[in-house]
């Protein structure tokens, strides 16, 4: 909490750095660090131009969505905004073939680039604990072959290659110093690590601590999944202090690349929140703990903070997400992760429109002495 205390001081020091290292000819990023997963499984969801008001009102420059939906991609044209895209999970036995590669970027990248500022592909989501041999095996080589097409398009230099991968390939996570991944998965894990060693691409985990509280809410202290005021704990090995899960599981992630030789890859959190509502046995689903989740990760976001491992990179965090989405399947839990309602309205106060006005007044309180403090 102390941290917090500094926050303004933070902010300003923060800011200046974005001023002077954003790209020219976009608008300089605020809560530069956070990015909110943009899903559209709903029948309600409002029209991209309207998400694009909503994005720009809140100063969030960074999204996912689930797909190349050309409508978004057409929206978001010129706005600054950078959109992670996806290749569907059913195109992974089509993409490895290289010349398909090169079709699916040409349609599907080529005519939005770089008046839409896509900045990576996810190809597949949450493959490789989906117990499809085919389609695990299918991931590596597809990314391989996106990757090409992106070179032999001149768009690789721009455009980053990955994967998102759920917290389950891990089969230990604690202490975050026995971070490993799952036994079965170790061929698969050395190749992606490789891919993403060689392409200097990041990490991505979709990590849930809101999962390890509700199968465990006797013995996993809330305040701790929640990122309040906790004693947390020391990883015994290391010796370095965790005072919430989601940093703890980051590390381990980078934990289990490290025991595989990777342990320069950047791990970063491709998804992360905490729903709403739930079903009856889903413990902990509530609007207070969903509010008190991501109001407390984006104040840890807004200091700019990495991991207890890595306390001097920052952590790149997409919180999930921006709608609550009617069609999902799944217990109520799964339509009850957005910050919004399809109307717009918020589903609990995150402070995010607060925190976005006040780094606005920074920015501008700034603007005449920031040749002074640059160093
Ligand atoms: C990771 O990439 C670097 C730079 O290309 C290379 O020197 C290094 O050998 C790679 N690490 C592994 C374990 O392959």
Known sequence: MASFLFKSTIIHTFLLYVMFSSDLGYPPPFVSTLGINYGQVGNNLPPPEKVLQLFSALKITKTRIYDTNPEILKSFAQSGIEIIVTVENEMMGVVINPQQAVQWVTTHIKPYFPASRITGI??????????DATLIGNVVPAMVSIHQALVQLGLDSYIQVSTANSLAVLANSYPPSAGSFRQDL??????LLQFLNATRSPFWINAYPYFAYKDDPNRI????VLFNPNSGMVDPYTKLHYDNMLYAQVDAVIFAAYRMGFGGVEVRVSETGWPSKGDSNEVGATIANA??????LLRRQLTNEGTPLRPNQRLEVYLFALFNEDMKPG????????????DLTMTYNVGLSSLSSTTTAASISLTSSAGEVRH
């Open 291 to 296: 509010e008190i989740y991501n109001k407390n």
């Open 221 to 224: 202290p809330l305040d701790y």
């Open 331 to 342: 217990p109520t839990s799964e339509r009850n992760y957005g910050l919004y309602e399809p």
């Open 122 to 131: 996810a190809v597949g989501n949450e493959i490789f604990t989906m117990n």
């Open 186 to 191: 170790m061929g698969v894990m050395s190749q």
